[in-house]
T-cell receptor, first 113, second 114 residues
Framework: EPEVTQTPSHQVTQMGQEVILRCVPI?????FYWYRQILGQKVEFLVS????????KSEIFDDQFSVERPDGSNFTLKIRSTKLEDSAMYFC???????????FGQGTRLTVV | AQSVTQLGSHVSVSEGALVLLRCNYS??????LFWYVQYPNQGLQLLLK??????LVKGINGFEAEFKKSETSFHLTKPSAHMSDAAEYFC????????????FGTGTRLTIIP
C-alpha cells in the first residue's frame, strides 16, 4: 500500500541552526502539506502546496519556514533558524486532489536544544 | 472559520465495552469531517471520513461515526472495545470548498481496561 515516508524519524539540532525535514509523498498525489504537533497539544496546520507553490499557510508559517519540491518525489520543510519552541513532531501529508483525504507520514520529531 | 471540540481528553473503557468518543464541530459551511487514530510512536491513520454522502460512516477496525447536523456532532463509536484500540483519536474538520487544511481537535486518549 502506498504511504508517505518521512526522514529522519528524529532530529536534534542546536538553537539557531537550519534544519530540513524531508518527505516523499504518495507518488500520484498532487497536494502536499506540513502539520506539526507540539508535545501535548493539538495537531496544527502549517502549509499546503500545490502546483509548485504555496496554496495556503497558517500564521505559524512565518519567514523562517519554507517549503520546496525540489524534484518529482521529495517535499521538504526548511526551518532557517530554529528556536526552542520549534520542538515538535512534524507531519507531512499528501492527498490526490483538494477534497480527498490526506494521508500522513510517520512524522519527524524535531528537538531543538 | 472551522473548529472541532473533543469532549474528554482521556476515556477508559473495559475490553468488550462500547467505545464512544465525542466530537462537535463548528463550521459556517457544510464540512468534511474525519477521524484519525495515532498509535504510540506512529503517524496519523485515517479511520473514517464524512463527505456529505451517507450520514452513518463506517471505517476501519470496526469503528463508525454518525454525522448529526442538528447537533453539530460526529461522534465515533465501536460496539466492542479491543485492547488494540488503545491509542489517541483525533477528530478533524475541513471546509469542503476551496480549503485544504484540516483543523484538528485536541485529541482523546483511549485506554482499554483488560
Amino acid at each position: 500500500e502506498p504511504e508517505v515516508t518521512q526522514t529522519p524519524s528524529h532530529q536534534v539540532t542546536q538553537m539557531g541552526q537550519e534544519v530540513i525535514l524531508r518527505c516523499v509523498p504518495i507518488s500520484n498525489h498532487l497536494y502536499f502539506y506540513w502539520y506539526r504537533q507540539i508535545l501535548g497539544q493539538k495537531v496544527e496546520f502549517l502549509v499546503s502546496f500545490y502546483n509548485n507553490e504555496i496554496s495556503e499557510k497558517s500564521e505559524i508559517f512565518d519567514d523562517q519556514f519554507s517549503v520546496e519540491r525540489p524534484d518529482g518525489s521529495n517535499f521538504t520543510l526548511k526551518i532557517r533558524s530554529t528556536k526552542l519552541e520549534d520542538s515538535a513532531m512534524y507531519f507531512c501529508a499528501s492527498s490526490l486532489f483538494r477534497a480527498a483525504e490526506a494521508f500522513f507520514g510517520q512524522g519527524t520529531r524535531l528537538t531543538v536544544v | 472559520a472551522q473548529s472541532v471540540t473533543q469532549l474528554g481528553s482521556h476515556v477508559s473503557v473495559s475490553e468488550g465495552a462500547l467505545v464512544l468518543l465525542r466530537c462537535n464541530y463548528s463550521s459556517s459551511v457544510p464540512p468534511y469531517l474525519f477521524w484519525y487514530v495515532q498509535y504510540p510512536n506512529q503517524g496519523l491513520q485515517l479511520l473514517l471520513k464524512y463527505t456529505s454522502a451517507a450520514t452513518l460512516v463506517k471505517g476501519i477496525n470496526g469503528f463508525e461515526a454518525e454525522f448529526k447536523k442538528s447537533e453539530t456532532s460526529f461522534h465515533l463509536t465501536k460496539p466492542s472495545a479491543h485492547m488494540s484500540d488503545a491509542a489517541e483519536y483525533f477528530c478533524a474538520v475541513r471546509i469542503n470548498f476551496g480549503n485544504e487544511k484540516l483543523t484538528f481537535g485536541t485529541g482523546t486518549r483511549l485506554t482499554i481496561i483488560p
